[in-house]
């Protein structure tokens, strides 16, 4: 596609996307200083204007002036008169801001004095002692050195825990070599701290890129891959785990890029929060199609830790290829991709389960899924329908439904614990809602989900005895024009897109602490079908609602949920609970299910090979060769 | 007055120290606590976690790592500062009372629950890992796994014991069941099929041929024929997990069991019948361990994010006995540190 046709292309996708005036969105206050107002930061200015940057070096300045505003913005707010402003992310600013390193040593030995523990600290600490390699005092490197010998490091249980903690192993131990075990808290010397750290990531990359992530397209946790991929990547010596770790951040922004709509992460993950599962903007994901794609603000604060990722981030070039995938869209696509579950300790035939995502993309809304069942045991989204918005700050510009979960069968499913005392420890470990009937944020074992581009039909078969026998629909208080229709099927719009959301089972409305609406629906039969369609593809809503009510629908309940029904796109689909689902009489076929396929991302299934393409760019990462391959198709 | 407290009498007044040694209990009491509030990966927790030694004024003294994963605990017969600690970060090793520790296993065995050494092989060691069983023969220097004859799936392991007087005869406590090896783990068998996890098994003080095991979901079994057969025993409710069984070192008759839904069950006539001794405990019970002092047959209970809780009577009447707002996962009565 020529460059002006392209401008063309994004000016009307512009204009037309203008309808929806959503409230003021949410801005985090900044002190301003006295003398003249600094610019806002991105996260409270406007709204980045999303035209496609064609030159590189400009888009590598742009970049680089995200990264720097990062910096500057944290940097600015570090006073050592006050340690709460001046925390390790900020030693990590100034110092690759190469700022104040008299400051930041003194604030480094304060810190090690009461280390941490677990990766969350680690990771930050391995940020402190690389970037100060030349800058900190030598008591303040002997300060975080000695911290590694003197606190056991918690491990984790999770596969985000393990990024961080392996790489942050794998750095330090490579920054002291040659050192003894009673140096370090593993009791393990530099040499076999290396080894085990080298051992473990190969092992994550190898799973990774053959059966997919577990913690798949985190909405939050993205973060706490990239940091440690990123700073493996600019200071592994070995050219194997340096190539590895640029490889696997290439990997992941890829597949950002591929699921983000105008910059926010929507449609299934593997882990989000009970902000973002309806607000998706509000979470690091933001901040990294900010810093990367520079369509869309960043979360509040960049994220805290997008900090960390900054203080290294000169070190990262984005392939255009990727840009282009999140910016530079020609057409609707379908997305299919293998993912695995969590890993199962009990209760399951297999460790880690096979997810089936699927996800069609649009320029007005996007419609992404799995099929069903639980992928982690907490934070899952299964589905949603997201519509895009001029500015996703503060508007809920979502639909789905759930069933929410409280159980200790699922969680003993994944964690080495006891039946009794999870449920309360998962409300003091920060997943506050997880006890609550009326949460959006989690899966079901009880759930099944069929997608078939913007179709949706999600069925429950809820036992009896089940601890909260309902299901949630969230409805936005962004919708406009919801009708109840005599059909059965609720109509509405979201933005420049038209929603259609037939729930199988009477219902009724309950508010939501923010202006939300919940469709509250108490049968343990149950189920959900939303179509979706672009509103430039009917009249008006109305017309879209007949279009909707005259298509060919047959359900029943009893003695399993299951539907029949001809799809807006005109496919007659076959879905029961617990049945392969039918597509115009063919059975999908799982099994042949691809690590990615797609016009942007395409893997075999155990290939640990990625090709990504645009247009005629293409870019393949061999984790076979550890090689990276760039291509430019001629003649396209 | 009977001879032998005459004896004692005149053995003290001949030699003072005599007697003020046997009164020195044979065993220190250590525990696995997890303090405070649940603990979250990335968060600085104001409690020390990990292991505490009980002193002789009765107060616990926290020792080794402030570490907040730690489970199962198993000390070297012939050398009482040596430990092996099932973690978070899997098997912690220290050769020095606690003063230097070492992560014996690597990435690949994790968060295992329970580890023992063999008393009949000390240089081996079991460890009960949510994915099997792991071996070392070199006293934690090496791991090995060991489950051929365990399920490929229903091998989760909580609980691991080994017969003290028959050497290479280790019972695991499974998701699926119990499994027995006879080998040294070269190979299992399942002696008894559970619907759910296997949380304790132990085998009885007093006749090596007697094994009880806790459960999640199948109430507690016995065994009378050294872990071949097991039976569901009478008097016990099977509905709630149950946490763990404890016998009294001090008389055989006398068997506790912990469980958050039923608090404390005992039994004082080897088990025909079983008692709820709860009256004195926080409502709710939510106990979580119980242990016997092998010297006093004091009774502990640990009650969970509450304290430890002891009774001199064997569950009748209970005082708070330190550890407030603690998670006790394990009583351990180690030799006497002199």
């Known amino acids: 596609m020529k460059a002006t046709a392209l401008f063309l292309f994004l000016a009307v996708g512009l204009s037309a996307a203008t309808i929806v005036e959503p409230p003021a969105p949410v801005r985090a206050s900044v002190a301003a200083p006295a003398a003249r107002p600094a610019p806002l930061p991105a996260f409270s200015a406007p709204v980045p204007p999303r035209t496609i940057v064609q030159d590189a070096d400009t888009r590598r300045a742009a970049y680089l002036a995200r990264v720097g505003e990062v910096l500057a913005w944290k940097a600015k707010l570090a006073d050592i008169r006050f340690p709460v402003t001046f925390d390790a992310s900020a030693v990590c600013a100034k110092l690759a801001r190469r700022e104040d390193p008299a400051v930041c040593s003194r604030r480094v030995i304060e810190l090690m004095k009461n280390p941490g523990t677990g990766p969350f600290w680690m990771f930050p600490a391995v940020g402190m002692a690389y970037l100060g390699r030349d800058q900190l005092s030598p008591e303040a490197k002997a300060a975080i050195r000695a911290a590694w010998g003197s606190v056991m490091q918690v491990r984790g249980d999770t596969e985000n825990h393990w990024a961080m903690y392996y790489t942050s192993l794998y750095l330090m131990a490579q920054l002291y070599p040659n050192e003894p075990g009673s140096s370090w808290y593993t009791g393990k010397s530099s040499e076999e701290n290396l080894a085990e750290a080298r051992d473990y990531l190969v092992h994550w990359m190898d799973i990774t890129t053959t059966i997919g992530q577990g913690e798949f397209n985190p909405t939050g946790y993205i973060t706490e891959y990239a940091i440690p991929m990123l700073f493996l990547a600019t200071w592994a010596r070995d050219p194997a785990m340096r190539i590895r770790g640029r490889m696997t951040l290439d990997w992941l922004f890829a597949d950002l890029a591929a699921n983000t709509l105008n910059g926010e992460l929507r449609g299934s993950n593997a882990r989000t929060v009970d902000a973002s599962v309806v607000e998706h903007w509000r979470d690091h994901a933001s901040f990294y199609s900010w810093l990367l794609f520079g369509n869309i603000p960043p979360n509040p604060s960049f994220g805290g830790f997008g900090v960390y990722f900054a203080s290294a981030a000169a070190n990262y070039e984005l392939p255009e290829v990727i840009y282009r995938i999140a910016v530079d869209r020609d057409g609707d696509y379908v997305q299919r991709d293998l993912k695995r579950t969590r890993r199962r300790w009990r209760h399951s035939d297999v460790l880690a389960a096979p997810i089936y995502k699927t996800s069609y993309m649009r320029r007005n809304y996007a419609v992404g899924s799995y099929q069903g069942g639980v992928a982690d045991p907490i934070q899952t989204h299964t589905w949603d329908v997201t519509w895009a918005v001029p500015d996703p700050r503060g508007v809920t510009n979502t639909m789905f439904s759930m069933h929410p979960v409280s159980s200790p069968y699922d969680l003993q499913t994944y964690f080495a614990e006891s039946p009794d005392s999870m449920i309360p420890a998962m409300v003091a470990e920060r997943k506050p809602t997880y006890d609550l009937p009326d949460k959006f944020l989690g899966s079901s074992r009880f759930e099944r989900v069929f997608q078939d581009r913007d179709t949706v039909i999600a069925l429950y078969d809820i036992p009896p005895g089940t601890r909260f026998p309902h299901i949630n629909g969230f409805f936005s208080k962004f919708l406009s024009g919801v009708t109840q229709d005599k059909s059965g099927w609720i109509f509405a719009r979201g933005g420049n897109a038209y929603l259609a959301y037939r729930p199988l089972a009477a219902y009724e409305w309950r508010p939501t602490p923010k202006g939300d609406r919940r469709l509250y629906s108490p049968h343990l039969k149950n189920g959900t079908i939303v179509q979706a369609a672009d509103a430039g593809e009917f009249a008006d809503l109305a017309a879209f609602g007949r279009a909707i009510a005259a298509l060919r629908l047959a359900y029943s309940l009893e003695p399993v949920p299951t539907v029949s029904m001809r799809t807006l796109r005109g496919r007659d689909v076959v879905f029961t609970y617990g049945r392969t689902p039918v597509v115009d009489g063919v059975p999908v076929d799982y099994s042949k299910w691809k690590l990615y396929e797609g016009p942007y991302l395409n893997a075999e299934k155990g290939s640990r090979r990625l090709t990504i393409t645009h247009g005629s760019l293409r870019r393949v990462l061999d984790f076979n060769t550890l090689t990276i391959s760039d291509s430019v198709t001629s003649g396209r | ?338």
């Open chain 2, 1 to 338: 007055m009977a001879p032998p407290v005459r004896f004692l009498l005149a053995l003290a007044a001949a030699f003072p120290a005599a007697l003020a040694n046997a009164a020195i209990p044979a065993h220190d009491m250590v525990v696995s606590v997890l303090a405070g509030p649940a603990f979250v990966v990335g968060t600085k927790s104001a409690f020390e976690s990990g292991l505490f030694r009980r002193g002789p004024d009765g107060s616990f003294h926290h020792f080794g790592l402030d570490f907040p994963g730690t489970f199962g605990i198993s000390v070297d017969p012939r050398d009482s500062r040596v430990f092996y600690v099932a973690s978070l970060n899997g098997c912690l090793i220290t050769r020095d009372g606690g003063l230097t520790w070492r992560i014996g296993t690597s990435w690949d065995m994790t968060e295992p629950q329970d580890v023992r050494v063999d008393p009949n092989s000390p240089d081996t060691v079991y460890i009960a890992l949510p994915d099997g069983v792991a071996q070392s023969k070199d006293r934690g220097v090496t791991w090995t796994r060991r489950e051929r004859g365990l399920p490929e799936r229903g091998k989760y392991t909580q609980a691991i014991e080994i017969d003290r007087n028959r050497a290479g005869r280790v019972l695991a406590g499974c998701e699926t069941g119990i499994y027995l090896t006879e080998n040294a783990g070269r190979s299992w068998r399942r002696v008894l099929p559970t619907s759910e996890t296997v949380t304790d098994i132990e085998q009885s003080p007093h006749d090596p041929r007697r094994w009880m095991a806790a459960t999640q979901a199948d109430g507690l079994v016995q065994s009378r024929d050294g872990g071949l057969t097991w039976r569901p025993v009478a008097g016990v409710p099977s509905a709630k997990c149950l946490y763990n069984v404890a016998f009294d070192p001090t008389n055989p008759r006398r068997i506790a069991v912990g469980s958050w839904t039923y608090g404390v069950l005992t039994t004082e006539d080897g088990g025909a019948t079983w008692a709820d001794r709860n009256a004195g405990l926080p409502a709710g019970h939510c106990v979580y361990r119980v242990g016997v002092d092998p010297d006093s047959g004091r009774l502990y209970a640990g009650v969970h994010q509450v304290s430890l809780y002891q009774s001199g009577d064997f569950g009748r009447t209970w005082t708070p006995d330190g550890l407030p707002q603690s998670r006790i996962y394990r009583f351990n009565f180690v030799p006497a540190a002199r």
